[in-house]
């Protein structure tokens, strides 16, 4: 089976040539057509329901490969699982994770050789794909049984009357696992062990001998110069073209560690800051010129709980970040707060406004100032998801206590100008997870399609 796609190729110098001989590489499947069918045929006829495609949800999804980095990553690993985020354990990182005190949520396997059924690790549940040998299943009977999207697979099927699904990511098992995950409804993933190359020699953060013989190539990519299997340097490549149509999709995904994949996914994703502020500043300039926009002001509407839940006082000083119209911090100065605005665009404040002083700037490159206050309504969700951090700890670093409003669903308004306008869309878990980071003390509340959050130290 030839796998998707491959650009591989290796450079091969002859003694006294002046250039190298490019050769190209195409990668092949290390498992037979028919051995691969023969798999589907024989574990499909298994008394099992198959897995099919269930509804969103707010669950979060800790892919953990088998990369040298995700030795580094460990405690953080254990984090996420102590708070309730679910751990896929890809092939042999089920054995690593359980011997380093992880209990793994879930193993993925799909490799089809008989050697991997050495693989099976300790995990609340396993999910094996249909092409793997049937040994797998012999020795991990209760395990769950999915099908992954080859041509050819369902002419290998029995009868079958219940829904199921096809999972496609191109015949990696990390690419596979993200599928895996989005049909499993999990719409935010965080990704360990990742690396797509070497480190001292090692492709592995462990040993595994089956890997042993792997032939190798010099990658170049961005000035830094890897070690990979040509099947880890395939991976690299079409990660990214899977993680983006997940984004698509309405996934959020994070890449941790370091190596080649990491590297390749942090470039994708890089925007110079002057490049990001400059495109920000613009966007929002056109909406605020749309009398509609402006129609109405969340931040206004939400004066009277914030100042009762951050036991607010004539006097006190207030930061609103993301100010707006200024009809919100218009409310708290008639209250008798001092308050300063933050906000990007330079004409969004309404002209019975103009006397609330505004700061302009981006939020994630804040002007040095604190309050004893903060107040956020209808801002975060419009950050763009990689600068979301930056701008909780800035804003945590000014204030002492910040009331949030945030929605969780797409916006509308947008259209007018042919741009999304929430760039960070997600469930209320994973903003909890997000303010939890900057604050000790988080009160939310979820209600439809937005949230509140009462931050404190």
Not at 159 to 179: E, F, K, Q, R, W
Not at 256 to 281: D, F, N
Not at 359 to 383: F, R, S
Request: hydrophobic fraction near 40%; include cysteine.
């Amino acid at each position: 089976m030839h796998l998707p796609y491959s650009n591989t190729q290796i450079k091969h110098w002859n003694p006294g040539a002046s250039m190298p001989l490019i050769l190209p590489v195409h990668l092949i499947c290390n498992t037979s057509d028919d051995q691969i069918m023969g798999n589907i045929r024989v574990n499909s006829r298994l008394p099992k329901e198959w897995v099919k495609v269930e509804r969103e949800h707010d669950g979060i999804a800790i892919l953990c490969g088998s990369g040298p980095s995700i030795a580094d990553d460990l405690n953080e690993i254990r984090q996420r699982q102590s708070i309730g985020q679910k751990i896929f354990a890809l092939n042999g990182c089920a054995e690593y994770l359980y011997d380093n005190g992880i209990i793994p949520d879930y193993q993925c396997i799909i490799d089809a050789r008989i050697e991997t059924a050495e693989l099976i690790g300790p995990a609340k549940r396993h999910l094996f794909a249909s092409q793997v040998h049937p040994e797998c299943f012999m020795r991990q009977p209760d395990a769950d049984l999915w099908h992954l999207q080859v041509g050819g697979i369902e002419a290998q099927f029995p009868d079958y009357d219940l829904p199921y699904a096809l999972i496609g990511g191109a015949a990696s098992v990390g690419n596979t696992a993200l599928c895996l995950a989005y049909a499993l409804g999990y719409r935010v993933m965080h990704c360990f062990g990742y690396d797509s190359s070497h480190r001292d020699g090692a492709g592995h953060a462990f040993k595994q001998t089956l890997n042993d013989g792997d032939p190798c190539a010099l990658v170049d990519f961005d000035g830094k110069q890897y070690i990979a299997s040509l099947t880890m340097k395939l991976q690299a490549e079409k990660f990214i073209d899977t993680a983006h149509a997940l984004e698509a999709a309405g996934c959020t995904i994070e890449v941790h560690g370091s190596g080649l994949l990491p590297h390749i996914w942090e470039r994708q994703h890089l925007i110079l800051p002057e490049e990001l502020e400059a495109a920000e500043k613009t966007k929002y300039e056109a909406m605020w010129s749309i009398p509609g926009y402006r129609h109405y002001a969340p931040g206004e509407h939400h004066v009277a709980a914030a100042f009762d839940a951050l036991s607010m006082a004539k006097g006190d000083e207030l930061l609103d970040f993301g100010c707006g119209t200024g009809r919100g911090a218009a409310k708290f100065i008639e209250l008798g707060l001092n308050v300063i605005g933050i906000d990007l665009a330079e004409n969004s404040l309404d002209p019975n406004c103009r006397h609330v002083p505004v700061l302009h700037a981006p939020l994630w490159n804040m002007p040095d100032v604190t309050a004893k206050h903060g107040y956020c309504t209808d801002v975060m969700e419009h950050i763009p998801t990689e600068k979301v951090d930056a701008v909780l700890n800035g804003i945590s670093t000014r204030v002492e206590g910040c009331y949030f409003n945030i929605s969780t669903q797409p916006d509308a308004m947008g259209a007018m100008i042919g741009q999304p306008l929430h760039l960070t869309v997600q469930p209320a878990a994973w903003w909890r997870e997000k303010l939890c980071k900057y604050w000790p003390n988080v009160e939310m509340h979820a209600d439809g399609g937005e949230l509140v959050a009462i931050c404190k130290r």
